[in-house]
């Protein structure tokens, strides 16, 4: 397993910008598929955004495409979530994960960070 470890979380107005990033421990990081995935509260874990090995593909939920960006750096073990034109309903404790296929659910992530707050005012 990798251990995770999110950052770059905090307040924003709606209409901000933040970037997310998570890095990971372990040589072996290149060969999974890293997701971020966030939870509100009093709601389920929802799938925000996959991306495979290599970076070659991505995927997001509705709610979030064209707004936000998953890239990967395998060099810094680094994942990152570049988060723009935030609004009040991406409010959420985001995560990062790590799994053998980049997919939408969470089911499938072996690894977790511990989170980190994003919260955006109106």
């Known amino acids: 397993q990798v251990q995770l470890v999110e950052s770059g979380g905090g307040l924003v107005q709606a209409g901000g910008s933040l970037r997310l990033s998570c890095a990971a421990s372990g040589r072996t990081f290149g060969s999974y598929a890293m997701g971020w995935f966030r939870q509100a509260p009093g709601k389920e874990r929802e799938f925000v955004a996959t991306i495979n090995w290599s970076g070659g593909s991505t995927y997001y939920a509705d709610s979030v495409k064209g707004r936000f960006t998953i890239s990967r750096d395998n060099a810094k073990n680094t994942v990152y979530l570049q988060m723009n034109s935030l609004k009040p309903e991406d409010t959420a404790v985001y995560y990062c994960?790590?799994?053998?296929?980049?997919?939408?659910?969470?089911?499938?992530?072996?690894?977790w960070g511990q989170g980190t707050q994003v919260t955006v005012s109106s």
């Open positions: 994960a790590a799994g053998v296929l980049p997919t939408r659910r969470y089911n499938d992530y072996g690894s």
